[in-house]
């Protein structure tokens, strides 16, 4: 991930070297750098054609890097749906896609962040249900639900305190 032209902060750097990838008509590094941001290759066509006016936006870098985060972890189930509330928020709001772009900030920290609070807020599951399910021993449970995983993932992006 990241590994030919390392980790962009914004879309502002990823355009400010695709400007210059496109002058000096290197085809395939500017491949390379959308391809290393999750950029369709289309839209690396269209730039390089000059058919359009920057390699991406804000908001298709946010989504960018969170599609090359993804190919990496992998997210099932819940996660999965956590990634697909981020990518949402991305579209939803300008903010939230800048701060996805942000060097310090990872899929892969946002996914921690929520597992911590998983960890720390566990519950006993009542007996009948371990019964029922055909479990016995001793069962917690600690996942947030989507309101609480929306506030963990928004704190986390963009600094705001989650209550609990």
């Not at 579209?91 to 942000?102: C, H, L, M, S, Y």
């Not at 720390?120 to 009542?126: A, E, H, K, S």
């Not at 029922?132 to 600690?142: C, D, P, Q, R």
Request: proline share 3%; charged share 35%; glycine share 10%.
């Amino acid at each position: 991930m990241f590994e030919k032209f390392g980790e962009f902060g914004s879309a502002e750097e990823i355009n400010e070297l695709a400007v210059n990838l496109r002058k000096e008509g290197d085809r395939e590094s500017l491949a390379g750098l959308a391809a290393e941001n999750g950029i369709e290759p289309d839209m690396a066509d269209a730039f390089l054609e000059g058919d359009i006016p920057y390699l991406c936006d804000v908001m298709s870098a946010a989504i960018g890097k969170i599609d090359v985060e993804s190919e990496e972890l992998h997210p099932k189930e819940i996660m999965a749906d956590w990634v697909e509330y981020l990518k949402t928020s991305c579209f939803e709001d300008e903010t939230v896609a800048r701060a996805v772009r942000r060097k310090d900030k990872s899929l892969k920290g946002c996914i921690a962040a929520l597992l911590k609070w998983s960890f720390g807020n566990q519950i006993p599951v009542d007996r009948e249900v371990m019964k029922a399910a055909g479990v016995s021993g001793k069962v917690t449970l600690g996942i947030p639900g989507m309101g609480r995983a929306k506030r963990i993932i928004t704190e986390y992006y963009l600094g705001k305190k989650e209550r609990k």
